[in-house]
């Protein structure tokens, strides 16, 4: 059975950095395209980033230049480096990675990031 589960997230002040990790067991299929979405309180889930096995990546135009997604197939393994916090990244981030031929979506247990003083 396929896991997914979360790592990283914690409190940080305005202008530090987290890197939220999140790794898949349970097979042994490759990570084709992974991809990060949060959720604030009161709001919908949004998407936030995600990268290809390719290398093709898409941002959220308000973490573009601060936030990098990266995925290592060898630990099954997905990061996303989180740079120059501000208050309003404040959300449950959640991964989710697609794997080689399957259409199922799987998700992480999602990770609370507070960026507070």
């Known amino acids: 059975q396929v896991q997914v589960v979360e790592s990283?997230?914690?409190?940080?002040?305005?202008?530090?950095s987290l890197r939220l990790s999140c790794t898949v067991s349970g097979t042994d299929s490759t990570v084709s395209i992974a991809q990060w979405y949060r959720q604030c309180p009161g709001k919908q889930r949004e998407f936030v980033a995600s990268k290809t096995m390719t290398g093709l990546t898409d941002y959220i135009d308000s973490v573009q230049g601060r936030f990098t997604i990266s995925i290592d197939n060898s630990k099954k393994t997905m990061y996303l480096q989180m740079n120059d916090l501000k208050p309003?990244?404040?959300?449950?981030?959640?991964?989710?990675?697609?794997?080689?031929?399957?259409e199922t979506n799987y998700w992480g247990q999602g990770t609370q990031v507070t960026v507070s003083s």
Not at 88 to 102: I, Q
């Open 88 to 102: 309003e990244d404040t959300a449950v981030y959640y991964c989710a990675a697609k794997l080689l031929f399957r």
């Open 8 to 16: 990283g997230g914690g409190l940080v002040q305005p202008g530090g």
